[in-house]
């Protein structure tokens, strides 16, 4: 091999250190995929009697919204085929976000199966349920123990309304279980959004929705935001529910938990960003089975990239804190823990593009070029490295148009969307995913993003819920 100039040389380590990397995040990646999908059987539910169908009580946060996103969502939920008087809809807005109040009490004419509980500040009496139940649980572990032990000023965020309306509902029927679901302010669940916890239950622990983005060509951003809904939402992300093998997270919307379950492991963290990961996990480790409904709620994503930015910053933040502390608390082995962070790894490693691609290009041309011999070991390393880039992306795509017919019903549009996800693009939207990765992690390291950052919601699927639902769209779903 010719001798290399000592910036060669470290060209050449860069490149190793990269290519190491990224064959750490295929071997993750092709491990997951390797697990088993716990579906949910919609048959399973078809022989249950209705009188046998659980309670369910789906909340719903809302704060700050449009009151013609949240009619978007209510006409999505008025079609829910479910037993009259066996589901609650209650809206928990924050007792002094007083335009959304009034929206939704306008609203309570045109559907008069919502309810509203307000949820006041907790300086108000009425918390003091909370505080007494969680310091009879050890599993609230943050009430115990760590900076916030004891202390009763939740931030005022979505995890807290949750928090509030969940402990208030169980005291009002201390002896009668129900089945928790809670969506977000643009969530939009198919007709049978309620019977698929029929039958997922009757196998299951823990049910969760998978997604997909309607507004995915509204604009370039829209687009490749629902990408991440494509790649992870309806794709890896079912493969958590490997038997019980991995660690699961949960996706914060979508979702079934039997109420007794919450109570026993104190409900839900309410001094993470996003508690999504964290209840997941608590109670993956205490035995609970996730089944994936396939059906997915339909949502909207943000039209620009300073709101994406906004959106994943706060998920990247609350990716780091749940992999920290929550671990230990919960009694996670080692080897657990291992396995907790292989759920955010390939995400993590896509800060890794920033060196990656550009000492790729130079590791190709001095191949094509001759000016350096790399290692002949690096070369087949990258060249594998290549090949499961390649299975990747074939599944990737072959996944997109799957999801696209669900919510587009022209072949056109479909590959539209495809376009505005073309490998070139992917390139770079993954190298860009830098930036929440980076302002996540500073603010992990800050204790920051307590309070709700919410992610501007516009209305943009009235016209796809109001024309689709029901219709086609679903019943491909189905």
Known sequence: MQDLAHPTIVLVALFIFSQALYALTFVVDFYVFTLPVNRVRMADGKDVPERDYPQIVLFYPVLRELEATMRTT????????????????????????????????????????????????????SWNLIWDAWQRNPKAYWWHVGRHAGDRGLPPKKTRQLIYAFYHIVAQQPARQFLVNYIDADSCPPPDHFLAAVAGMKRFDVLQSQNVAGNLNASLAASWHALDHMAWDGGKYAHLSGSGRQPYWLLGKGLFIRSADLVELGGLHPWLTIEDPEIGMRLWANGRRLGIIEQPLI?????????????????????????????????????????????????????????????????????????????????????????????????????????????????????AYMLRVNPFFVAIWWTFWLIPLAIGLWMYLRDRGQVWERTEKINANQVLIETHFGGAAHQRAA
């Open 74 to 125: 209510l006409l999505s939920l008025k079609r829910i085929k479910y037993p009259e008087g066996r589901a609650r809809i209650v809206a928990i807005p924050n007792s002094d976000d007083v335009q959304t109040i009034a929206g939704l009490r306008r609203l309570q004419a045109e559907f008069p199966f919502l309810e509203i509980l307000e949820v006041p500040a907790t300086t108000d009496t």
């Open 299 to 415: 949502e909207e994503v943000p039209l620009t990239f300073a709101h994406g930015i906004t959106q994943r910053k706060r998920w990247v933040c609350g990716f780091f804190q749940s992999l920290g502390e929550p671990l230990d608390r919960m009694g996670f082995t080692p080897w657990q823990k291992v396995k907790a962070w292989m759920n955010f790894i390939p995400c993590l490693s896509l800060s890794n593009n920033v060196i990656g691609i550009p000492i790729g290009l130079w590791a190709l041309s001095t191949l094509i070029l001759h000016t350096h011999d790399l290692p002949t070991w690096t070369v087949w390393l990258a060249s594998a490295n290549l090949v499961a880039l390649a299975v990747t992306l074939v599944g990737l795509y072959a996944n997109i148009w799957r999801r696209t017919g669900l919510v587009l019903d022209s072949r056109w549009r479909r590959l």
